[in-house]
Nanobody, 124 residues
Framework: QVQLVESGGGLVQAGGSLRLSCAAS????????MAWFRQAPGKEREFVAG????????NYADSVKGRFTISRDNAKNTLYLQMNSLKPEDTAVYYC?????????????????WGQGTQVTVSS
């Protein structure tokens, strides 16, 4: 199995940027499809972005397309989420997730392992 630890969250003003990281340990990171999800207070957890095992393909939720970029460095066992032009509605706890199955899926139940999350707060 794999252990996931997110970092990089914080408080930022609207229009600002943050870069989230997800450090993986355990089984070979390159064997997992990866994704970022987020959960705002009182809302369900939702898909943000996904990436396949060799970084050859990515997909994004419509709400973040053009503003967020998902990437991974298999040599460093790390997943990233670059978030630009942040909006107050991006405020949420952000989670990274890993799957041994098919990559790029947006369903929560498609992912086998989850990190504990990192808080992102965007002020207006």
């Amino acid at each position: 199995q794999v252990q996931l630890v997110e970092s990089g969250g914080g408080l930022v003003q609207a229009g600002g940027s943050l870069r989230l990281s997800c450090a993986a340990s355990g089984r070979a990171f390159s064997g997992y499809g990866m994704a970022w999800f987020r959960q705002a207070p009182g809302k369900e957890r939702e898909f943000v972005a996904g990436i396949n095992r060799n970084s050859g393909a990515t997909n994004y939720a419509d709400s973040v397309k053009g503003r967020f970029t998902i990437s991974r460095d298999n040599a460093k066992n790390t997943l990233y989420l670059q978030m630009n032009s942040l909006k107050p509605e991006d405020t949420a706890v952000y989670y990274c997730a890993a799957t041994l199955g098919m990559s790029l899926r947006s369903r929560i139940d498609a992912y086998d392992y989850w990190g504990q999350g990192t808080q992102v707060t965007v002020s207006s």
